[in-house]
Nanobody, 128 residues
Framework: VQLQASGGGLVQAGGSLRLSCRAR????????MGWFRQAPGKEREGVSC????????VYVESVKGRFTISRDEVQNVVYLQMDGLKSEDTAVYYC??????????????????????WGRGTQVTVSS
């Protein structure tokens, strides 16, 4: 199981970025995939997940209405579209999978330590 995240960068407040997570060694459409972030001096937190097969989604309250998680079933890529970015969104963003589980519900997203497979982070910096 390998995950590779990309797409971070520097953007002004109100701008947009799209993060990508390429999965290798397993089918990301069958298992739950998630995006997490860690700001300096803070705990890693779950941002969003998408359930295996069902495609059900969960978002942390602070990004609802601004971020959208999706999958490309041909490319084996999971995306996080981030619109209306705020300075408080500045963090290193990680993608992860709870392979071989498929459930995406709020308590799964919040329980960072149950997620076993992680990609390298990608830095997102939002300037105000």
């Amino acid at each position: 199981v390998q995950l590779q995240a990309s797409g971070g960068g520097l953007v002004q407040a109100g701008g947009s970025l799209r993060l990508s997570c390429r999965a290798r060694g397993f089918d990301p459409h069958r298992f739950v995939m998630g995006w997490f972030r860690q700001a300096p001096g803070k705990e890693r937190e779950g941002v969003s997940c998408i359930g295996g097969n069902s495609g059900s989604t969960v978002y942390v309250e602070s990004v609802k209405g601004r971020f959208t998680i999706s999958r490309d079933e041909v490319q084996n890529v999971v995306y996080l579209q981030m619109d209306g970015l705020k300075s408080e969104d500045t963090a290193v963003y990680y993608c992860a999978t709870d392979y071989p589980e498929g459930l995406c519900v709020p308590w799964v997203l919040k329980n960072v330590h149950r997620w076993d497979y992680w990609g390298r982070g990608t830095q997102v910096t939002v300037s105000s």
